[in-house]
């Protein structure tokens, strides 16, 4: 991926944001907590390789497992937390988990 390429990348994907030195490039996705909880936190990735990454093959280093469905089973049935509304997922932070011994 060269500098343009890389231009229209962070363009099209306003939520990276990238800082380079002569060696590196660091990337961060500020949606995501594992980024956002931890300023410090970043995907450093060496510049030879970053030349060689198409715009998809980067998103997916940037994000590397951090960007995933969460799901809950509720009576019965799973469903994507990310379709609820406020006061549901409300309810599901003040659920108390036990463990049965």
Same mark, same amino acid.
């Given at each position: 991926m060269?500098?343009?390429?890389?231009?229209q990348?962070?363009?099209?994907?306003q939520?990276?944001?990238?800082?380079s030195?002569?060696?590196?490039?660091?990337?961060?996705?500020?949606?995501?907590?594992?980024?956002?909880?931890n300023?410090? =936190?970043?995907t $450093? !990735?060496?510049?030879?390789?970053?030349?060689?990454?198409?715009?998809?093959?980067?998103? #997916?280093?940037?994000?590397?497992?951090?960007?995933?469905? =969460?799901?809950? $089973? !509720?009576t019965?049935?799973?469903t994507?937390?990310?379709?609820?509304n406020?006061?549901? #997922?409300?309810e599901?932070?003040?659920?108390?988990?036990?463990?049965?011994v």
């Amino acid at each position: 991926m060269n500098q343009s390429e890389l231009a229209q990348f962070l363009e099209n994907n306003q939520n990276i944001e990238c800082q380079s030195d002569e060696c590196h490039a660091y990337f961060r996705n500020k949606h995501l907590p594992w980024y956002a909880h931890n300023p410090a =936190h970043c995907t $450093r !990735i060496d510049n030879a390789v970053l030349q060689k990454l198409t715009p998809a093959e980067l998103l #997916l280093e940037v994000n590397r497992g951090l960007d995933v469905e =969460h799901i809950t $089973r !509720i009576t019965g049935y799973f469903t994507k937390v990310s379709q609820w509304n406020k006061g549901k #997922l409300g309810e599901l932070k003040d659920r108390v988990r036990t463990t049965i011994v």
